[in-house]
């Protein structure tokens, strides 16, 4: 029987809260966004049809994300973060000791 611990299920999905707060709030000030941070959905869009992000706004989405959290984003990597979500995931998988980040 395999036993699961709850804590570590619990505490991944608070940092992942957490991270996902502090991004809205960074890309809406580092980009210069004109809409309230609590309004970004975690799985919406950041390009295109979403927040209508470009390929300028990726950049300094790479940039952002090795200053704040000190991860690097390559142009691969950018292809696949197409969410607040999926750039948290992707911070969190490559900096598991997420334990300061300035937010």
Do not use: C, Y
Request: proline share 4%; net charge negative; no cysteine.
């Amino acid at each position: 029987m395999i036993q699961r611990h709850e804590g570590a299920s619990n505490e991944n999905g608070s940092r992942h809260m957490a991270l996902s707060d502090a991004l809205k709030r960074i890309l809406v000030q580092r980009l210069s966004l004109r809409i309230d941070p609590d309004q970004i959905t975690n799985d919406a869009p950041l390009f295109e049809t979403g927040l209508g992000l470009d390929s300028v706004d990726a950049l300094e989405i790479a940039v952002a994300v090795e200053t704040e959290f000190g991860v690097p984003v390559t142009e691969a990597d950018i292809a696949e973060l197409h969410s607040i979500s999926r750039l948290a995931d992707f911070i969190i998988k490559r900096q598991p000791e997420l334990g300061s980040f300035n937010a």
